[in-house]
């Protein structure tokens, strides 16, 4: 599975932005979808995380409310809509696919390149 993600840019607080990662491949709908982050100096974290069929999503608390991710399994594509950003929401964000529900990288087989989301205050 090749993973390219799109869709950041540059935003002021409480904007808004949707990020998509669409995947090559026949079997994208039997893979599980995460999105991850990485702000400068800090560790990759998770954000959100979606079902294969895409009936159960899972957010971390910090964007809970204000982050929603979807998929669309006909066009191979997983979205990130973000709203009400705020500064720390600066991150590269990545897209990842895993064959197992989870919220730990290591746990992701495929990843997408990383796009680039930065909140100005």
């Known amino acids: 599975v090749q993973l390219q993600a799109s869709g950041g840019g540059l935003v002021q607080t409480g904007g808004s932005l949707r990020l998509s990662c669409a995947a090559s491949g026949r079997t994208f709908s039997s893979y599980v979808m995460g999105w991850f982050r990485q702000a400068p100096g800090k560790e990759r974290e998770f954000v959100s995380v979606?079902?294969?069929?895409?009936?159960?999503?899972y957010h971390a608390n910090s964007v809970k409310g204000r982050f929603t991710m979807s998929r669309d399994n006909a066009k191979h594509t997983v979205y990130l809509q973000m709203n009400s950003l705020k500064p720390e929401d600066t991150a590269v964000y990545y897209c990842a696919a895993s064959k197992t529900w989870s919220v730990v990288s290591s746990t992701y087989d495929y990843w997408g390149q990383g796009t680039q989301v930065t909140v100005s205050s």
């Open positions: 979606i079902s294969r069929s895409g009936e159960s999503t």
